[in-house]
């Protein structure tokens, strides 16, 4: 596993979370290819692997996932190196304080989608972080080619792809919503869960999403649902795309024939700022 450091560090934007009572206070920080290191990007996935670690939906698309470490990391450095050098990516990493020290103990990624994307963040991409991001991503279909993960299970894969692609183009066809953000990924440490820094992470693209007038959507697993509704989130769908229906019978990749089944199913759920009602 290689880690991912490209260029001297830069200042990093700092956000400081009011502490809830009984809770230290939670740090928040903007981490690009700019201002990354080996160190942190090494945390960044300890976190998600940990984090992830029993999830349902990754334990029926990569069911042997335990037995290949290895390639099951990579898969979340493939996530994040290319988050990192994408410039509609905001990649918000938590921290805490540990005997005087800073230490990441969760992070999220968000991403601006929709046609006034490309201008809006145009001043976050310049020509060499372009030549990085094509070389990465030929790194990475080299990688995938020479070396797929030998856990992964594709009919599962596939039709996960098929819920994600259902819920955007869901997204694209909702009022107000041709520009929007995405919550991709919200990873914490489970050492340090029931602190508040799920719930920092989500208010952070709560409140740009305020800011800038832009509402918000994700997919949110049944664990993770109730800290998206206590950020004003709304469920308007149900994603399952590991059971059969009426209108999608069974194939191969399914989880069980039995409908209604309430393994891996999760929500999609928006937010809307109160400036868009006023429109």
């Not at 490209?6 to 009011?18: K, L, Q, V």
């Not at 996960?160 to 041709?178: D, I, R, S, Y």
């Not at 059971?243 to 199913?265: A, L």
Request: one cysteine or more; proline letters at 8%.
């Amino acid at each position: 596993m290689r880690s991912y450091s490209m260029t001297p560090p830069m200042p990093t934007s700092t956000i400081a979370t009011p502490p809830l009572p009984g809770r230290s206070q939670i740090t928040l920080k903007i981490v690009t290819q700019r201002n990354a290191n080996p160190k942190l990007t090494n945390r960044l996935l300890e976190i998600a692997t940990t984090a992830f670690s029993d999830d349902q939906t990754f334990s029926w698309r990569y069911p042997t996932r335990h037995e290949y470490p290895a390639h099951h990391r990579h898969m979340f450095w493939r996530y994040l190196g290319n988050e990192l050098l994408d410039p509609t990516v905001w990649v918000v990493v938590a921290y805490l304080e540990d005997n005087g020290v800073e230490v990441p103990v969760g992070y999220s990624t968000w991403q601006r989608r929709g046609p006034g994307t490309e201008e809006a963040v145009k001043g976050r991409d310049s020509l060499l972080q372009k030549s990085e991001r094509n070389l990465f991503a030929l790194h990475e279909r080299l990688n995938n080619f020479l070396f797929p993960n030998p856990s992964a299970y594709k009919p599962a894969i596939e039709l996960m792809a098929q819920v994600f692609e259902e819920t955007e183009n869901l997204v694209k066809q909702m009022p107000q919503f041709e520009n929007h953000l995405h919550l991709n990924i919200l990873a914490v440490d489970p050492a340090y869960q029931r602190r508040g820094i799920g719930e920092a992470l989500v208010r952070w693209g709560v409140s740009k999403s305020t800011k800038e007038g832009l509402p918000c959507a994700l997919e949110a697993s049944r664990a993770g649902k109730k800290v998206y509704t206590k950020c004003g989130f709304e469920e308007i769908q149900i994603c399952d795309g590991l059971h059969p229906t009426p209108e999608k019978p069974w194939q191969e990749g399914m989880h069980c024939r039995e409908e209604g089944c309430q393994f891996g199913v999760g929500s999609f759920m928006i937010f809307e700022p109160p400036s868009l009602h006023l429109q």
